[in-house]
Each structure stands twice: as C-alpha cells, then as structure tokens.
C-alpha cells in the first residue's frame, strides 16, 4: 500500500482531542450521501414520469409517422408495401384523421376523430388503455334499438375516451350521432352531414387530451364520412424498437423521397419531451447543490486536518517525503470521505426507488394522470451521479492539499 494512502486512512481516525475533526468528517460524508440519495431518488421518479407520460401518448401516437403535404393523400399499397420492407418497421397501416362533433341526447361535444385499421396489432397501441369493447368491434355493424318502440337498426361501431362518454352521459351499446362540419349542399341550403353510430369501447389514457376528446372509427367508415373516397391522411409506423423511430424515420424518409412529410414521435411531441428533459437538467443541477455544499465541509475538514498535522507534515518531509506525496495524503482522505459517502447514498437512493416501485405512494387521481409515484431506475444515471459526486469531492481537495505540500518543515517545527 502505498505511503500517502496508508497515512490518509491513519488520519480518518481522529485521536480524542480531534473529535470535532472526526465530527465534521461524519457530517461531510453524511452530506454527500444525503445528496447522492436525494438526486439519484429524483432522477428515477422524473424518468418514471416521463416514461409512463411516453408509453401513454404512443398508444395514440404512432413512431414515425408518414403524411402528403395536403390535408388527404391517395391510399397506396406500394407505398405501405415499400415501409413494411424496410428494417425495423413492423407495421405500416393507413389512417384517417379530421375534426367533427358528437351529440347524444344529453350533451353535444367537439372532438378529434381518427379512422383506422380496426384489425388487431395495428400501428398504434392503444387497445391497451381500454376499458372495454375491443379494436375488432369496429369493423363490424351492431344492433342498437332505435326508439321506445323497440325498432332496431344497425349501426357501425365508436370508441370513446371515458371522459368523453361522460360528457355525452352515454355507455357501450348506446348510439351517437357523428355531425360534420362541413356541410352538405341540397336544394334547401346547406345541411350538416349526420351518421349515426354504436358506442361499442371505452379508452382510458389517464390523460384528458385524449380521454375528452378523441374517438376512433374504423378506416373505411371514417373515408365515406369525410367524402375521402380511397383518399387517408398518412400512413402510421411502427417500428420494432422505439429507441430507433428517428433512425427508421430517417430511412423511410430516404426510401419515398421528398414526395411525403416523415416524422418520428420525437419530432411530433418535441416541445413536450424537450420540456421535461430541460425540468430534468434543472433538477440534476439543482440538487447537485447539496453534494457541493457536502465538498464545502470536505474542504474544511481536511483545511483543519493540515493545520492540526503541520508537525507531522514537517517530519514526512524531513524524512524525504516529497509535494506530490503529502498532497496525495489528503486527496486520499478527501475522496474516502467522498467515496464512502457516494456509494452509501446510492445504495440508499437505490433502496428507496425499490421500495416506491414496490409499495408507491399515493397520488390524487383528479390531478395527476397516474394513481402511484412511477419511478424508473437505470444503471447509467446512477453511474452518472457516482462519477460527478467524486469529481466534486476530488476538486474539494485540491486547495487543501495543495497548501499542505507547500509548508516549509523549517517553518513548521521552529517553535517545538
């Protein structure tokens, strides 16, 4: 072992009369750790957040998304053909996609109407967040009585966000009717365009964008009811791995050239995603103040152990210890205070995430989308932590080392 290390693990046990030297290293080392804790907990529940927040919105985003430069574009199979060749693209489906209101005999509503491929395995995710009915429902017509009569009729089926169906204050199996906003000529005047629907499912993404005002239908219902004939809005990517959409995006961008618009959920939801990394950077710097604050009593712990070691010092250097081997002593002491205080507060901030993703805690449903604290760990943003609470403590002893490799043994001994 060598000399400098040896000596700074013999000053970390301070003798009787050093006890407030022993106190304020307790205090330095228990101030990293509180810090390393506190940012390594944050940094798993804002990348829980985020996460559950991504996962939510891709089961009604799809990963790359390919449109015309108008508001509709001709349906071609070669075109979906040619996505579903090109690697890591594991679904390619049309869709369709336009504003319209929905009225029940309760209430009336503005929503966000979108027509897909009511075949299971589709290219959003979304089935997940329902609550009942399922996908396939909406590619076949069901029976809905018409009136106190007992008439029936048959009607293609709806999906609604809870919220939505309780604003119209309407359940699965009752009708809807689906109005235009683009009117029809007649020789009248102008007259809305009314079809009636089935609400056959309900979704629930915890989210009151989508839950209030978003409705599905299938493809061929939605292309008859905005007069599309085989026209769609774009075409929905899936990809095999979302990590890779802007690289799959960037080849199907290459592959259909300059005629369509191509983008990956990144680009779609970009100001939302760069919002929450940049709340992440904050508070990754923000906390980092108290490992810093941690560094401060570092500093004056090992000031104070030079001062009370200026005789010892001397000796090592009349004995032909050098500079760099005195300063070396005290970056040894810093960095066990440091490192101890680093990896004690990471196991405790690992310990705590596993315990909220165990046994959570409670969030109020009516203002947070999820019922519990999500919380997400990865290995590298530990390890992003460890690296920077060292450096931080490695810094910390800079000054006071420096200083004890510059006294003068001559100077330090004169009066003893």
Not at 184 to 211: C, H, N, Q, S, W
Request: glycine letters at 10%; one cysteine or more.
């Amino acid at each position: 072992m060598p000399y400098a290390l040896f000596i700074g693990l013999r000053y970390l046990r301070a003798k009787r009369r050093e006890g407030f030297i022993s106190l304020i290293t307790a205090i330095a080392t228990a101030g990293v750790a509180i810090g390393v804790m506190t940012l390594n907990i944050v940094l798993g529940v804002m990348t829980g957040f985020e996460e559950d927040l991504r996962d939510r919105i891709l089961g009604f985003t799809p990963h790359v998304l390919v449109t015309g430069y108008g508001t509709s574009m001709a349906d071609d199979p070669a075109l979906e053909a040619t996505l579903r060749a090109l690697p890591g693209v594991v679904v390619a489906a049309p869709y369709v996609q336009g504003q319209a209101m929905l009225s029940s005999a309760a209430n009336v509503a503005g929503i966000m109407l979108r027509g897909v491929d009511p075949a299971p395995g589709g290219a959003l995710d979304f089935a997940r967040h329902l609550r009942a009915g399922r996908i396939e429902d909406l590619a076949v017509k069901h029976e809905v009585t018409r009136d106190a009569s007992g008439a029936t009729v048959m009607l293609p089926g709806i999906i609604l966000g809870k919220e939505l169906a309780r604003q119209l204050d309407v359940q699965v199996g009752d009708p809807v009717n689906l109005v235009s906003p683009v009117a029809i000529p007649t020789a009248i005047g102008a007259v809305p365009k009314v079809k009636r629907f089935a609400v056959v499912g309900l979704f629930e993404a915890g989210m009151v964008e989508y839950d209030s005002a978003l409705a599905y239908i299938g493809l061929a219902d939605a292309q008859r009811f905005f007069d599309l004939d085989r026209a769609v809005s774009g075409v929905e990517v899936r990809t095999d791995d979302l990590d890779h959409a802007d690289a799959v995006g960037a080849a199907i961008a290459r592959a259909v050239g300059f005629s369509y618009q191509v983008r990956s959920w990144r680009e779609i939801n970009y100001n939302l995603f760069s919002a929450i990394k940049l709340e992440k950077t904050v508070y990754f710097v923000v906390l980092l103040l108290i490992v810093l604050v941690a560094a401060f009593n570092i500093v004056a712990t090992l000031v104070m152990v030079v001062m009370e070691k200026r005789k010892d010092i001397a000796v090592l250097k009349s004995m032909g210890a050098t500079r760099p081997g005195i300063a070396q002593i005290f970056i040894y002491k810093g960095l066990v205070i440091g490192g101890v205080g680093t990896v004690v507060g990471s196991a405790a901030g690992l310990a705590v995430c596993e315990l909220l993703g165990t046994y959570g805690i409670p969030l109020p449903k009516d203002v947070f989308y999820v019922s519990t604290v999500p919380v997400k760990i990865y290995p590298e943003y530990f390890a992003l932590v460890v690296g920077v609470s060292l450096a931080i403590c490695l810094l910390a002893t800079l000054y006071p080392a420096r200083q004890a490799s510059r006294l003068v043994p001559v100077e330090a001994i004169r009066y003893d």
